[in-house]
């Protein structure tokens, strides 16, 4: 699970966009899996990454697909490329709004921690994430 921690957060944005290179090769906020907000200019800020809901009991993301292309294993959503069939159904019931969808590459984004390493917490010059 990646944690958050808003005193350390200069908000720099490289997670998101280091994020953003690896699921679709450009910087492209919205197609990230993770997304830092604030709230106003210089107010709080709220973190938005897929794994965030990890050891709750119910996987809203899981349950509402169709297709059953999302399951849940080691705390981590996975994404089954060959049955998912991008129906967004995901993208709305997820709790987080931690699930993007890029219209260039049709294909939804969500964290899978990268492997176990993830970028966003590799290139955080701050130290606000951490795994």
Not at 52 to 68: D, F, S
Not at 80 to 95: G, K, N, R
Not at 114 to 122: D, I, K, N, Q, S
Request: aromatic letters at 6%; proline letters at 3%; glycine letters at 6%.
């Amino acid at each position: 699970m990646i944690a958050f921690d808003e005193s350390k957060c200069v908000y720099c944005l490289n997670c998101v966009k280091v994020c953003s290179m690896r699921w679709v090769g450009q910087v492209k906020p919205a197609a990230s899996a993770i997304r830092i907000e604030r709230t106003e200019k210089y107010g709080d800020l709220s973190i938005h990454v897929c794994d965030l809901c990890a050891g709750r009991e119910q996987q809203e993301c899981v349950v509402v697909c169709p297709v059953e292309a999302l399951t849940l294993e080691d705390g981590v959503v996975r994404v089954d490329w060959e049955t998912c069939t991008q129906c967004m159904d995901c993208v709305e019931a997820c709790p987080q709004g931690a699930i993007a969808f890029d219209e260039a590459t049709e294909r939804i984004v969500l964290c899978a921690l990268c492997g176990g390493e993830p970028l966003c917490v590799a290139w955080c010059a701050e130290d606000a994430l951490s795994l």
